[in-house]
């Protein structure tokens, strides 16, 4: 399939990881908005948010769940942070395989541009 965050995940590109289980993959971006950018993603393909079905909750879940634990590994979970999905073209999605961006070591404003 000839989706970037796929060749990631098969190590046909290279990336810098940093967490990676059986369900899914976290490494940094390579265009950081702030001093700590992660992006974490499901290793299943799904291109968008609107393409979330009823049987990838649990997996969803997990990348909250992997957020806020890599957010903590990285020490900036009590100080807060940041985490974005951005959805289709107005959303400012750009890669389509849905990833959760997660960004920390700087005061963030609300609301986002
Ligand atoms: P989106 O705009 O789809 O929400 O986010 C895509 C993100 O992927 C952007 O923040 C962009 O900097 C990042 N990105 C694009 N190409 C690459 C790449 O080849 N490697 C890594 N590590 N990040 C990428
Ligand atoms: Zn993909």
Same mark, same amino acid.
């Given at each position: +399939?000839?989706?970037?965050?796929?060749?990631?995940?098969?190590?046909?590109?290279? &990336?810098?990881?940093?967490? =990676?289980?059986? *369900?899914?993959? @976290?490494?940094?971006?390579?265009?950081? !908005? $702030?001093?700590?950018?992660? /992006?974490?993603?499901?290793?299943?393909?799904? $291109?968008? /948010?609107?393409?979330?079905? =009823?049987?990838?909750? &649990? /997996?969803? #879940? %997990?990348? !909250?769940?992997? *957020? @806020? %634990?890599? *957010? @903590? =590994?990285?020490?900036? $979970? =009590?100080? #807060?942070?940041?985490?974005? +999905?951005?959805?289709?073209? !107005? #959303?400012? !999605?750009?890669?389509?395989?849905?990833?959760?961006? /997660?960004?920390?070591? %700087?005061?963030?404003?609300?609301?986002?541009?």
């Amino acid at each position: +399939m000839d989706c970037l965050f796929c060749k990631i995940i098969d190590r046909e590109i290279p &990336a810098d990881i940093v967490y =990676e289980d059986d *369900a899914v993959l @976290a490494f940094n971006d390579i265009n950081p !908005q $702030a001093p700590s950018h992660l /992006l974490i993603v499901p290793k299943l393909h799904i $291109a968008t /948010l609107n393409d979330i079905e =009823e049987g990838d909750l &649990a /997996l969803v #879940g %997990r990348l !909250q769940y992997t *957020a @806020a %634990r890599l *957010a @903590a =590994e990285k020490g900036f $979970a =009590e100080a #807060g942070y940041r985490v974005v +999905m951005n959805c289709n073209d !107005q #959303g400012g !999605q750009t890669v389509y395989h849905i990833h959760m961006h /997660l960004m920390g070591g %700087r005061r963030f404003t609300w609301p986002a541009g």
